[in-house]
């Protein structure tokens, strides 16, 4: 008699096909664990810190009470960390285990447990500060594999059990759940190993940011007398780094350390440059107040930010290259192949275009282009504001496509003359009687000579302005308003240094920036 025909008589005891005990459990410990390294792995591609193991190890470490984080530091010492790393492994192991036992009985009750697991570790990353939905793309990738891995892993180890003949199912393998086993386990260890390293280079990039915090010994930004009004729920005049508006194509930030950093300058030129980070920052480095905003800023919207900017002017860097007569455009290119398309004219006419560093006493945020970005006053963003700049060449702009120009945005992008009208929000409740109205005006490098108010399409009332140290940046303003009971309705518009009155004919964002009064709509009571 073969074995086959041994598996397939009815004789055959039915517990010849199930597995030992433990198989299930290893297979739960196995599959949570490829998950987590799968995580792992994501996480490190995309550059991003929280992973669910991290996420929950740091809430972990925030909801514990004070006594027991006494309690830990006292026992472990500067250990306190390795020692919550081994307690959740051993609490992951047990998880992984009891999970996998569940699977074996009844696979949907093991499934549904270990996706209640991601999702809890979902919530914590989620709670940390600073995330956004990027970073639960790990989560859901440890989701996507362990799941999977579960059932399949489970199955290997724990086959339903076969009461009766059923000679077209083979009796499970040993070797093949051990085979499996030691895949998957394999797969953890590579993908935890390979995960570490690419975490490694975001760790890389934020240590130099660190080591330039040191080195380059930034301004501390005071805020220059009379520029902010304090008016209670307006925007601060000076905003800080954590509250600037991001806006890029970059799904995770490019990772370029500054040692590793050049800035190729060439096409157009007399003299191809090519500067490392010490060499631009040895050029002499200005302390520049510049407002920068988004063409894609909505009448009052907040796609606009306004900071001390640390850098080395561009023409400087242009001149060193010396451009040809004929030349008309810079196009710039970002270490992720992002690029812009700024007029030559305007990086060379004096006003303080900048290769930056440094944004309101710190090295650039990775977020923001460390560790060199572009930014240049009067132009939106799109055609001027590259983050992680690599590149510099000097062209024309008939002979180009930047990144939005191929996508529908207009070749040139000039900031348009724009107010906004902070407090009160809209739909407010606020009391009869003397009502602060208080908000922004921009129109940089022309910069802004009147704002003014008005109720419910009445009169204009001339806006008081704050102090501004050039054009370049926004300028609050307020206006003290007598407000009686009702509805009503606010507007605003600004006009600029050389005359230009903001017009009242709305345009979307789309293909040259918005345009149109802000309005609010008010009840006071
Ligand atoms: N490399 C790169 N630079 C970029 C972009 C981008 O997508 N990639 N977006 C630009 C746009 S549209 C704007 S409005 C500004 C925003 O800069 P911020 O994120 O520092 O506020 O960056 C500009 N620089
Ligand atoms: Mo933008």
Redesign the pocket.
């Known amino acids: 008699m073969t074995d086959s025909a041994t598996a397939a008589s009815p004789a055959a005891p039915p517990s010849v096909s199930r597995g030992p005990w433990w198989a299930p459990a290893l297979a739960g410990v196995l599959a949570l664990g490829l998950g987590l390294a799968v995580a792992e792995v994501v996480a490190g591609a995309l550059g991003r810190a929280e992973t669910p193991v991290v996420a929950v190890g740091e809430e972990f470490i925030d909801l514990t009470p004070g006594w027991l984080k006494d309690f830990a530091i006292e026992v472990f010492g500067t250990n306190d960390k390795t020692a919550l790393l081994v307690g959740m492994g051993i609490v992951l192991t047990v998880l992984g285990a009891l999970i996998g036992l569940l699977a074996s009985r009844r696979k949907g009750a093991g499934l549904v447990a270990a996706t209640v697991l991601l999702v809890i570790a979902g919530l914590a990353v989620n709670s940390r500060p600073d995330t956004t939905m990027a970073d639960l793309v790990p989560t859901v990738a440890a989701g996507i594999v362990a799941l999977p891995t579960l059932s399949w892993l489970v199955g290997k180890a724990a086959p339903p059990q076969q009461a009766t003949s059923t000679a077209t199912r083979p009796a499970p393998s040993r070797r093949s759940f051990l085979t499996a086993a030691g895949v998957t386990a394999g797969l953890a260890v590579v993908g935890t190993g390979l995960g570490q390293l690419l975490g490694a280079r975001r760790a890389g990039v934020e240590t130099s940011r660190d080591d330039l915090a040191a080195s380059l010994d930034l301004p501390r930004p005071d805020v220059p007398t009379g520029t902010d009004l304090v008016v209670d729920g307006a925007e601060p005049w000076r905003t800080p780094n954590q509250d600037?508006?991001?806006?890029?194509?970059?799904l995770s930030e490019?990772l370029v350390r500054a040692e590793d950093w050049t800035l190729r300058v060439h096409g157009m030129v007399e003299n191809e440059v090519e500067l490392d980070y010490d060499q631009l920052a040895g050029m002499g480095l200005v302390d520049r107040w510049l407002t920068?905003?988004?063409?894609?800023n909505e009448v009052g919207g907040n796609?606009i930010?306004n900071a001390l900017w640390t850098g080395v002017p561009i023409a400087d860097v242009l001149a060193l290259a010396r451009p040809h007569a004929d030349a008309d455009a810079v196009r710039s290119r970002?270490?992720?192949g992002?690029t812009?398309g700024t007029p030559l004219d305007v990086l060379t006419d004096g006003r303080d275009a900048l290769l930056a560093v440094g944004m309101n006493g710190d090295p650039l945020p990775l977020?923001?282009?460390f560790p060199v970005?572009?930014i240049v006053p009067g132009l939106?963003?799109?055609v001027?504001?590259?983050?992680?700049?690599v590149e510099l060449e000097v062209s024309r702009f008939d002979q180009f496509n930047a990144?939005?120009t191929t996508r529908g945005w207009a070749e040139r992008g000039p900031v348009k003359v724009a107010s906004r009208i902070d407090v009160p929000s809209s739909r407010a409740h606020v009391s009869a009687g003397t009502v602060a109205v208080a908000g922004v005006a921009w129109a940089q490098h022309r910069g802004i000579e009147a704002v003014e108010v008005r109720v419910d399409e009445g009169d204009w009332n001339a806006a008081r302005l704050a102090a501004v140290p050039s054009t370049d940046t926004w300028r609050q303003w307020v206006w003290e308003w007598d407000a009686q009971p009702g509805e009503h309705r606010l507007q605003v518009r600004a006009t600029t240094a050389d005359g230009e009155v903001q017009t009242s004919e709305q345009a979307s964002p789309a293909p040259d920036g918005a345009s149109g009064w802000h309005t609010v709509d008010v009840t006071v009571d």
Not at 244 to 250: C, E
Not at 292 to 296: A, G, H, R
Request: proline share 3%; aromatic share 22%.
């Open positions: 600037f508006y991001r806006i890029d194509t970059a490019p920068l905003n988004c063409v894609s796609l930010g970002s270490q992720d992002w812009a977020a923001h282009g970005r572009m939106y963003g799109y001027s504001a590259t983050k992680w700049v990144y939005w």
